[in-house]
């Protein structure tokens, strides 16, 4: 063996080891107990167990197909554990329903199956065998890739659904965590394909892009500490419901063009008091009424600014027309947010 191969099963093994050390440390020494981490371990597990079987074709020469079959069979159990993990990840109160296993059926179908392969149908070439392996093989991968994506789309449809809320940092963390998780199991997916499509890439690529991505993963897992946190943190409690319909009257619906819009006829509109309505925005928008209302006004004065078909109007009637009551307090909230006058801002942007 030389010194190449050497090197190649070390930096290929280490991540194998690595995700396996970090699917105890979840499982059985992380203090807080959730689904999520438990989740998390399996996958780890499973992976662990299909890139040893890579490894081992790679380096150790022929293997029965018991084992070829069962390291294949691994990805049919992945696909949905990485699914349930987005949604343990995404969804308060996240619990494993009987109508979940029912994704499991392939993979213990496949892995059974696997018990009675026999080495000889792979000796004599047998055209049948062949064409029933190769569609077994693209079936497992592209189960794996439906998967992914449907992972992917959980956590698109999130962003999307909290786009014009408000996100604690836990929130934050959890998106940009899964993000990491879907793009590492695209390249891993991309790796393995690849090789399965006339040897594109060396088989040995999988297992190394394993070692790489599980390290990363690794660093992110600790760097948002999203091992410590799951989908309850997307709980909507009593303030972030009413900071959402505050911001739906406001700015969906562009109350804050209305000159005479004030705090207290925002909080009659919300049947709340002018001292709460006042406290949840102050908390959520981090800004005090009248410059959460002027903020909005100013995005709108921008764009007006800057439009070719606007350059008839005069700044005092942009001003009007946003909802400011005189030209002085115009003036001086876009001077408060964009450090600069409306004229200013718009010969800058003409020019």
Known sequence: MSFLDILLIIVSSTGL???????????FFKKKKVVANYILGLILVFMAFRIGKSVMLN?????????????????????????????AMTRP?????????????????????????????FDTNNKQVIILFGSVLIFIYLHLAFYIFSSGRIVYNLKKKNKNSVQTKSQIS????????????????V??????????????????????AIYF?????????VTDIDGDVFKLNDKTALFNKISKLVIDKKLYLETDLSLSSVSKLIGKTTQTTSEVI?????????DFINYHRIQDAKKLLLDVNSTNFTISSIAFDIGFSSL????????????TTPSSYRNTGSV
């Open 282 to 290: 102050n908390q959520y928008a981090k800004q005090n009424f009248n």
């Open 174 to 189: 959890i998106i940009a965590w899964l993000n990491a998780v879907i793009i590492g199991f695209i390249v891993i997916w």
């Open 328 to 339: 002085s307090s115009f003036n001086s909230a876009f001077k408060k947010f964009e450090n």
């Open 17 to 27: 080891f690595h995700g396996i050390v970090f699917a105890l440390y979840l499982c």
């Open 217 to 225: 993963l690794s660093y992110k897992a600790f760097q948002f500490k």
């Open 59 to 87: 380096f150790g020469g022929d293997l029965e197909p018991l084992f070829i079959f069962a390291g294949l069979a691994f990805l049919l159990v992945i696909g949905p554990l990485l699914r349930w993990y987005v949604l």
């Open 93 to 121: 109160n996240f619990k494993l329903h009987k109508s979940y296993y029912l994704e499991l059926v392939p993979f213990v179908f496949i892995f059974i199956l696997s018990f009675f392969i026999n080495k000889n149908w």
């Open 191 to 212: 790796s393995y394909f690849l090789n399965i499509i006339d040897d594109t890439v060396p088989y040995i690529t999988g297992p190394i892009v394993y070692s790489i």
